[in-house]
């Protein structure tokens, strides 16, 4: 692990408006998670159609992405489009679909450029095909990277990933008395990739709307009223900042 204080390199524009912050560089939450919320109310309230909140909450991604690869975070998940999210009209329900798979061709380049490895989270079957083989294209293209995870939940579901934890658990043999905690954890979609420290929701509402409910249990959670589509990196930075203000207990006492 590289121990050298960031203070010792240079600091790239990211990390400077962090550290001018009271952001400690060494203390970072390593796993960032977003609520993408308020694309449909952005647009409403500039009297836009619902899917040009969507394309400029697109936009957002791509800057926060790249902001959090900046600052040094190892794993970003982002919620793209829920398991309910199927209930939505048809129109808008396509034109999401139509909008990530073309995301993730247009992003690869520039992705794999910055050393991003390109994660699912989510029944990826289930989804037009257009999109997943991109999706599985930009998974295999990344696989070998070693920056930033970047982990797409689409078509995803927190209640159906322990579902489908369980379903393999039952499918390999396990015996019920050999079942703990770590085996459910070791068959959720991604388990290499650690408990996401600190959760952020835009768009003000206080709900988890079945995001990563197992792996959450104790992750910090920033919820600002401010919309996706406006979300830029002060928001970003004001998340890390309060996240480091926090004590986390994990159940325990702490003097
Ligand atoms: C989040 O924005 C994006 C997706 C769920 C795909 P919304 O579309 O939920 O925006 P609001 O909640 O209607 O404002
Ligand atoms: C959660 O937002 C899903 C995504 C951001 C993709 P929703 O807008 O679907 O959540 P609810 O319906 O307000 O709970
Ligand atoms: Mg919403």
Redesign the pocket.
Same mark, same amino acid.
């Given at each position: 692990m590289n121990r050298t204080p960031a203070a010792a390199h240079t600091l790239n524009r990211i990390q400077k408006a962090a550290v001018d912050l009271g952001i400690d560089l060494e203390n970072l939450p390593a796993h960032v998670a977003v609520?993408?919320?308020g694309n449909?109310r952005w647009a409403r309230k500039k009297g836009l159609q619902r899917l040009l909140g969507h394309r400029e909450g697109y936009k957002t991604l791509r800057g926060v992405l790249l902001d959090a690869s900046e600052l040094g975070i190892r794993y970003l998940t982002v919620?793209? /489009? @829920?398991a #309910?999210?199927w209930r939505r009209p048809k129109e808008e329900v396509d034109g999401l679909m139509v909008l990530i798979e073309r995301a993730a061709k247009d992003e690869l380049r520039t992705m794999h450029q910055n050393n991003v490895r390109v994660q699912v989270a989510g029944r990826i079957d289930e989804v037009p095909e257009g999109l997943r083989k991109a999706l599985e294209h930009g998974i295999e293209t990344t696989k070998d990277n070693t920056g930033i995870t970047f982990t797409l939940?689409i078509n995803y579901g927190g209640r159906a990933e322990i579902v489908d934890a369980i379903k393999e658990i039952v499918a390999q043999g396990v015996p019920a008395g050999q079942i703990t905690e770590e085996t459910v954890a070791a068959h959720l979609y991604n388990p290499e990739t650690p408990e996401p420290d600190l959760m952020i929701r835009t768009a003000g #509402?206080m709900?988890w @709307?079945? /995001?990563l409910i197992w792996q959450s249990a104790y992750c910090e959670l920033f919820v600002t009223d401010t919309t996706w589509p406006e979300f830029g990196s002060k928001d970003l930075l004001s998340a890390v900042h309060t996240y480091q203000s926090r004590t986390r207990k994990f159940g325990a006492v702490v003097e």
């Open positions: 609520i993408m919320d449909g919620y793209a /489009f @829920s #309910e999210n939940a #509402e709900r @709307s079945n /995001f």
